[in-house]
């Protein structure tokens, strides 16, 4: 259950405000602690904090975490759509078409990337502020946080990509793609600080010694890389890892 409910509730702690870097998330009207989770957004998704030699981004849980789990994204959640209509350069409002259905928010501080086609545009990626409800077969209104460069062309195909940050569950043998480990507890629908970056507390899967490299392992552990799959999401820094306890890593993330 999330320990803040409200937007009115102040700072609502001191814990974990190291602004040493000085690129701290500035939350209206209070800071986040990163020991605290809320039932309502303070902060947009992926907002950065940096706590001592730590790093986290801000975070939704789509399912129980433990403290010390590794937490996956959604299946990824990449919908092909077409321009409804020719959207002029310098607007911040881009018209597209949905085959299905979509609720409203589903595609909120996610992204909007021009894909393929014969435009100047294709490669140009814009970050999406609001997405509202799409009936099936229908046209709507994605609201953009920047203008658009270039005027969209309707022959071109779009993509919308959900932020990864929004739909978080604990990992399962490493089926989706890995994006930090949560520091506490949550549950459903909390908002929390999920640890991207630096020394970290983590679940073991398998006995790993010091300097190992890690994976994803499953119901939220990591286990060994293997060497000839390359890419790792850290290493161990304790003399040895035991399995299904917790213990010292240097998380590799999302610096």
Do not use: H
Not at 4 to 18: A, F, H, K, P, R
Not at 131 to 144: D, G, M
């Amino acid at each position: 259950m999330a320990d803040i409910t409200g937007y009115n509730q102040g700072q609502v702690s001191d814990e974990g405000l190291v602004n040493w870097r000085g690129d701290q998330a500035t939350v209206t009207p209070g800071g986040q602690s990163i020991y605290d989770s809320s039932s309502v957004a303070l902060a947009q998704l992926g907002s950065r904090k940096v706590v001592g030699d730590r790093v986290f981004r801000y975070a939704k849980a789509n399912g129980p975490i433990g403290a010390g789990d590794l937490a996956q994204g959604a299946t990824p959640s990449l919908i092909n759509v077409t321009a409804g209509s020719a959207n002029a350069s310098g607007d911040k409002v881009f018209s597209f078409y949905f085959a299905t259905s979509n609720g409203a928010g589903t595609y909120d501080e996610g992204y909007l990337i021009a894909q393929s086609g014969t435009a100047a545009n294709l490669g140009y990626m814009y970050r999406v502020k609001t997405q509202p409800i799409v009936a099936t077969t229908s046209k709507a209104n994605l609201t953009l946080y920047d203008p658009l460069k270039l005027v969209a062309n309707v022959t071109d195909k779009y993509s919308l990509f959900a932020n990864p940050y929004g739909r978080l569950t604990e990992n399962t043998a490493g089926t989706a793609a890995a994006m930090g480990v949560a520091p506490i507890a949550v549950t459903t629908g909390d908002y929390f600080w999920l640890q991207t970056f630096g020394p970290c507390n983590v679940k073991a899967g398998l006995a790993l010694v010091v300097g190992n490299g890690f994976v994803a392992g499953a119901t939220g552990e990591v286990t060994a890389a293997v060497a000839t799959t390359g890419g790792t999401l850290g290493f161990v820094v304790q003399p040895v890892l035991t399995v299904s306890e917790y213990g010292m890593v240097w998380l590799e993330i999302a610096p």
